[in-house]
């Protein structure tokens, strides 16, 4: 790949993710049925329409692309080109009926996560960077804050839950030196953050149809997303993730998460 994702991927991933916006839109605040996955999360209607339309419509573009998605497995992922998609991300909220949920889909080159959308449906935002194209939300430019300093900074996690044993110390460590801490939001705080209103965020479980599309927006936008370790984030990685708005931030929360 050269001179950054093609025009015409960068399309058909905003075509995908307006598709996948139809039944979650559809079934929003309405007494919809739903069952439980092995894993106790819940899987709704909506969750399986989203995936199947983004699905459909690779099938007949790109049939010889990868798809990695949370609702129906992992095809053809060794391919050049690979769709991650999580097309519900934020379920209990969803079913809540509160609006901090979001689809995610990331586009992979070699391996590597090189685009990404964070959209919320229902809101109409949509957040969107990748290699060789600048972090927008809604098409206008946007950019992380400025902040270097730790004890000025926001941080926030989905959930205390997330976080346990060493993680949890570590966790504990990190957010007792910063300004705010904040809980909740799923994908919807990177979004956040990528318009400089929140520093950081700071997460122990996420999967990889999670962390592929928020990677590349973020690092759009001026960020850095490593895992704890500090090292690049791929399909193989376990789930524990730093976004931070500069190096200096980055850096500090790395220097207590990593020895987690």
Not at 4 to 16: F, T
Not at 31 to 45: C, F, I, M, Q, Y
Not at 55 to 80: C, Q, T, Y
Request: with cysteine.
């Amino acid at each position: 790949m050269n001179g950054g994702v093609p025009a015409a991927r960068v399309a058909l991933a905003h075509r995908l993710v307006s598709a996948a916006g139809v039944p979650l839109r559809q079934h929003f605040r309405t007494a919809l049925g739903a069952e439980r996955k092995g894993d106790a999360s819940p899987v709704t209607l909506a969750d399986r329409g989203a995936e199947m339309a983004m699905r459909d419509i690779l099938s007949k573009d790109m049939p010889h692309d990868g798809v990695w998605g949370e609702e129906f497995g992992a095809e053809n992922v060794d391919a050049e080109w690979v769709w991650v998609m999580d097309p519900l991300d934020g379920t209990r909220a969803f079913r809540a009926g509160k609006p901090m949920f979001g689809i995610l889909l990331g586009l992979l080159h070699k391996g590597v996560p090189v685009l990404g959308i964070i959209d919320q449906p229902v809101l109409n935002e949509r957040w969107a960077g990748g290699v060789g194209w600048p972090a927008q939300m809604n098409g206008r430019n946007i950019a992380v804050s400025a902040e270097t300093q730790l004890t000025h900074a926001s941080l926030n996690a989905t959930s205390p839950s997330m976080f346990s044993g060493k993680n949890a110390t570590a966790m504990q460590q990190l957010s007792s030196q910063v300004a705010d801490m904040l809980w909740g939001g799923d994908a919807y705080a990177y979004g956040l953050m990528c318009m400089g209103l929140i520093d950081m965020v700071v997460e122990a479980d996420l999967k990889p149809h999670d962390f592929c599309a928020l990677a590349p927006v973020v690092q759009a936008a001026g960020g850095i997303m490593t895992d704890w370790q500090g090292a690049p984030l791929h399909l193989n990685s376990d789930g524990r993730v730093i976004a931070a708005a500069t190096p200096a931030l980055w850096q500090a929360a790395q220097n207590i998460l990593g020895a987690a």
